[in-house]
């Protein structure tokens, strides 16, 4: 009986000792300062969660934390994890995937460049709320794929949106749908919505690629997939999954190769990305009519962001006609995600300096709200 007393006592106190090591661990807070990020540890699971579950914007250092460890997802995809704009296309993209999107590119580029004029504006904004996640931007071509980048998109299973939730997945993400409302077209919640369910599937596959695979037929079968292939590659356990699931991952290749490089008639083997370059049609608006006293009078600055031109204009007392003249070609530029050489009067640039914040605030409110009413638009028009 003594013994049994002392087992259990001694048993009781590993426990204790275990629950303090856990909840002291708990309270740090998790930041990489240096060394190879381990992708598969319970600190990434830990902060994945976190994120997940908080109703507050994420934290600074767990943004730069996530932004490690997810572009190791891509490691099946891209040599280096991530792109890089200098370096032709197939030197690093995985010799598989170029033959495995060829056919989806002969039958879809026209259809996919038509969108690219038109989708920079959706891009940069859907863009923004990746970045908030620490998730990487690539993952954006995933709404051209389940929806063209449409708010009012509508599958025939039920699923709504940029971003195809079905009424169950949205509601777990915090979105609300019901007769009255359903935020599955807005596009700020439903990519909210989205980044948080795009860590989760990461959290359990650690691959991008799995991840876009179990976005189209859920993580079930990619589980299955695992199991049966004995492998986590995708290229190794493709074959194991749906036909539709495969093509997904399929579509999303190509589509990013589109979206991403310059011109599209070119081979793979001399592509290089280019996607923050302008054509040759709108650099010839790059060039202010200025006259030589205007030129005399004109202060610079380099700017970058979400600024646009009608609110600097209103902003600074300036005709839209007079700053489009001094500034050409300045929100298609921005829009691009590339810096604009901003001129200006002096007098004017004082004025911009002086509400330089106010007006980039003001920018993204015009900007947001105007997709929300294209969505709401679309939203009647579904009715």
């Known amino acids: 009986m003594k013994k049994r007393y002392f087992f259990f006592f001694f048993f009781c106190?590993?426990?204790?000792?275990?629950?303090?090591?856990?909840?002291?661990?708990?309270?740090?807070?998790?930041?990489?300062?240096?060394?190879?990020?381990?992708?598969?540890?319970?600190?990434?699971?830990?902060?994945?969660?976190?994120?997940?579950?908080?109703?507050?914007?994420?934290?600074?250092?767990?943004?730069?934390?996530?932004?490690?460890?997810?572009?190791?997802?891509?490691?099946?995809?891209?040599?280096?994890?991530?792109?890089?704009?200098?370096?032709?296309?197939?030197?690093?993209?995985?010799?598989?995937a170029e033959n495995y999107m060829n056919d989806y590119l002969k039958s879809h580029e026209e259809y996919l460049m038509k969108l690219k004029k038109t989708a920079v504006p959706y891009f940069n904004f859907i863009d923004g709320i990746l970045t908030q996640y620490g998730l990487p931007k690539e993952l954006k071509y995933l709404a051209v794929i389940e929806s063209d980048l449409k708010s009012d998109a509508l599958s025939s299973a039920g699923a709504l949106g940029p971003w195809q939730f079905m009424p169950y997945t949205a509601k777990d993400y915090g979105l609300i749908v019901n007769r009255q409302e359903d935020d599955r077209t807005d596009y700020f919640k439903s990519t909210n919505a989205a980044a948080k369910y795009l860590l989760y599937l990461y959290k359990n596959l650690k691959d991008w690629l799995l991840v876009i695979a179990a976005y189209n037929g859920g993580p079930g079968r990619v589980y299955s997939a695992i199991r049966k292939s004995g492998s986590r590659n995708f290229w190794q356990l493709q074959y194991?999954?749906?036909?539709?699931?495969?093509?997904?991952?399929?579509?999303?290749?190509?589509?990013?190769?589109?979206?991403?490089?310059?011109?599209?008639?070119?081979?793979?083997?001399?592509?290089?990305?280019?996607?923050?370059?302008?054509?040759?049609?709108?650099?010839?608006?790059?060039?202010?009519?200025?006259?030589?006293?205007?030129?005399?009078?004109?202060?610079?600055?380099?700017?970058?962001?979400?600024?646009?031109?009608?609110?600097?204009?209103?902003?600074?007392?300036?005709?839209?006609?007079?700053?489009?003249?001094?500034?050409?070609?300045?929100?298609?530029?921005?829009?691009?995600?590339?810096?604009?050489?901003?001129?200006?009067?002096?007098?004017?640039?004082?004025?911009?300096?002086?509400k330089k914040y106010e007006i980039l605030n003001e920018s993204v409110d015009q900007l947001l709200e105007s997709v929300n009413m294209n969505s709401k638009v679309k939203e009647r028009k579904l009715r």
């Open 13 to 96: 106190l590993i426990q204790h000792k275990y629950v303090i090591a856990e909840i002291h661990y708990s309270n740090v807070d998790t930041i990489i300062t240096k060394g190879k990020i381990d992708t598969s540890s319970k600190i990434e699971d830990r902060v994945i969660d976190e994120v997940i579950e908080s109703k507050n914007p994420v934290k600074k250092d767990k943004v730069a934390y996530l932004s490690q460890v997810t572009k190791y997802g891509f490691k099946d995809l891209f040599k280096n994890y991530s792109y890089n704009s200098a370096i032709p296309y197939s030197s690093q993209v995985n010799p598989h």
């Open 240 to 354: 194991y999954l749906p036909e539709e699931s495969r093509n997904h991952v399929k579509k999303f290749i190509a589509t990013h190769y589109i979206m991403e490089t310059g011109n599209p008639t070119q081979t793979l083997a001399d592509t290089k990305f280019n996607y923050y370059s302008l054509s040759d049609s709108d650099s010839s608006l790059l060039t202010p009519q200025l006259t030589d006293s205007e030129k005399k009078e004109v202060d610079s600055t380099k700017v970058s962001g979400r600024y646009m031109a009608s609110i600097i204009a209103e902003n600074v007392s300036m005709d839209i006609k007079d700053f489009d003249r001094y500034n050409p070609g300045f929100d298609n530029t921005l829009a691009t995600g590339a810096t604009y050489n901003l001129q200006l009067p002096a007098d004017k640039m004082k004025q911009f300096f002086d």
